[in-house]
């Protein structure tokens, strides 16, 4: 099983609500990501957890607040947004090596108002 | 720091054509490379890999080779199909403070008319 699940699918929200992402595996990796990606471009890699510590924050604004409660879930917490954050979140997984896949989950279309 | 450069696009090719889209990577050290896929509102998927120099990676009849003297990984496939339409990214991972970092291209749009 090579799956990375997101949730929710599609999230709308203002500028003022607090929302959180979530992204969950079950293939033991002990590295997870967050992406951003906005329209004909690349992923824009935001954080990584390295066995459940935060290891790269990408000078990422603090209006986004990563957490990893385990080995298996990461979250996104989103508060005061503003609508330029309007992206599709990609959370990924993999093993801590160079030579190691990373898998990533379908996303999370947000659109801020 | 390390970078990849790919063809620009869009790049459109009637169904059953040969298909190339050229990578050249910069970076220090021996880092693995990748194709990437991502179909219209999906996330990436894996295409294939090379971890060291001169592996080809192959998968659904795409094929790269991991080229160091020329510092190119370039994605080629004999046939290609109307599903095989989406967008290609090539990326390379090295470790930074301790943890894996992908660096991607700018991506290739690929359009197959039937």
């Known amino acids: 099983d090579t799956e990375v699940t997101q949730t929710p699918k599609h999230l709308v929200m203002g500028m003022t609500n607090k929302k959180s992402l979530k992204c969950e595996q079950h293939m033991g990796h002990r590295a997870m990501y967050w992406y951003k990606q906005k329209a004909k471009k690349p992923p824009e890699l935001m954080f990584v957890y390295s066995y459940e510590k935060l290891s790269i924050n990408e000078s990422v604004p603090s209006r986004f607040s990563p957490e990893c409660p385990n080995s298996s879930l990461l979250n996104l917490h989103l508060h005061a947004l503003q609508p330029e954050d309007s992206a599709l979140y990609l959370c990924?997984?993999?093993?801590?090596?160079?030579?190691?896949?990373?898998?990533f989950g379908p996303g999370t279309r947000l659109t801020v108002l | 720091g390390n970078s990849v450069t790919q063809m620009e696009g869009p790049v459109t090719l009637s169904e059953e054509a040969f298909l190339t889209i050229n990578c050249t990577y910069t970076?220090?050290?021996?880092?693995?490379l990748f194709w990437y896929v991502q179909y219209p509102g999906e996330g990436l998927q894996l295409l294939l890999k090379a971890t060291k120099a001169d592996d080809k990676g192959s998968n659904k009849g795409f094929e790269a080779t991991y080229r160091k003297e020329t510092t190119s990984f370039h994605l080629e496939k004999g046939s290609v199909q109307v599903s095989d339409s989406a967008v290609y990214f090539c990326a390379l991972t090295s470790i930074i403070q301790g943890a894996q970092k992908l660096v991607f291209g700018q991506g290739t749009r690929l359009t197959i008319n039937p």
């Open positions: 990924a997984s993999s093993q801590v090596t160079s030579v190691d896949t990373q898998y």
């Open positions: 970076a220090t050290g021996y880092p693995s």
